[in-house]
């Protein structure tokens, strides 16, 4: 089974300053997505990036990119210029391509507590 | 596009009472729906995955007789919560897809059960 991990339960960072929040998976399987999910206070989940595995280019989306490392099974998210309003749970998800029964599950992380300082 | 939308927003019952939810896609049709239960400060865990007209596949440690989940048609699936108890009290997440295109995720339903 696959599993990700979220190894920073917290972090912070000063408004327009760079971070970049950790994400390690394991899987067997060679073709695969990548997702980072932002969950405000508001608790609605957000789609922030999402990266196919057979890509070998990172993915980006204005202000965030993606590390993509796919031989050490790393998948990290670069936030730029971070704003007051990037503060948030922010979780890395995982999904097989092939369906199971249907499904194309996701697996989630554990999150990661994004804190933006004034 | 790709709206999911959830109702209630929040609900609050009685002990022993039943509730349902329910998660509509909005602006397209889904052929995959699925139901998450958070707790506070965790991450989302995955209950069951449903396709339209067909039985839900549920994940291992979630009772299929308590959470019932009926995916209706291409847009509409419900979880009805049985007999609740206090400890049902969750917050619950739906999210809807097509193949091969990513999850979208409705707006959660905080049920507190007194």
């Known amino acids: 089974a696959q599993t990700v991990t979220q190894s920073q339960p917290e972090m912070s960072v000063q408004e327009a300053e760079t971070v970049t929040l950790s994400c390690t998976y394991d899987t067997s399987e060679s073709d695969y997505y990548l997702f980072w999910y932002k969950q405000p206070p508001s608790r609605q989940m957000i789609l922030v990036i999402r990266q196919e595995a057979y890509k070998q280019q990172n993915a980006t989306e204005n202000r965030f990119s993606v590390n993509f490392q796919k031989a050490a099974k790393s998948f990290s998210l670069k936030i730029s210029d971070s704003q007051l309003g990037d503060a948030a749970m922010y979780f890395c998800?995982?999904?097989?391509?092939?369906?199971?029964?249907?499904?194309?599950?996701?697996?989630f992380g554990k999150g990661t507590k994004l804190t933006v300082n004034p | 596009g790709a709206v999911v939308s959830q109702h209630p927003s929040w609900v609050i019952c009685k002990s022993g009472t039943s509730v349902k939810i329910e998660c509509r896609s909005l602006d397209f049709q889904a052929t995959t729906m699925f139901w998450y239960r958070q707790f506070p400060k965790q991450s989302l865990m995955l209950m069951a995955t449903?396709?339209?007209?067909?039985?839900?596949?549920?994940e291992q440690g979630v009772e299929k007789d308590k959470f019932l989940i009926n995916h209706a048609s291409l847009t509409l699936s419900t979880l009805t919560v049985t007999s609740a108890h206090p400890e049902d009290s969750s917050f619950y997440i739906c999210?809807?897809?097509?193949?091969?295109?990513?999850?979208?995720f409705g707006p959660g339903t905080r049920l507190t059960v007194t």
């Open positions: 449903s396709n339209e007209g067909s039985k839900a596949t549920y």
């Open positions: 999210s809807a897809s097509v193949p091969r295109r990513e999850q979208y």
């Open positions: 998800a995982y999904r097989s391509p092939r369906a199971q029964g249907g499904s194309e599950k996701l697996v």
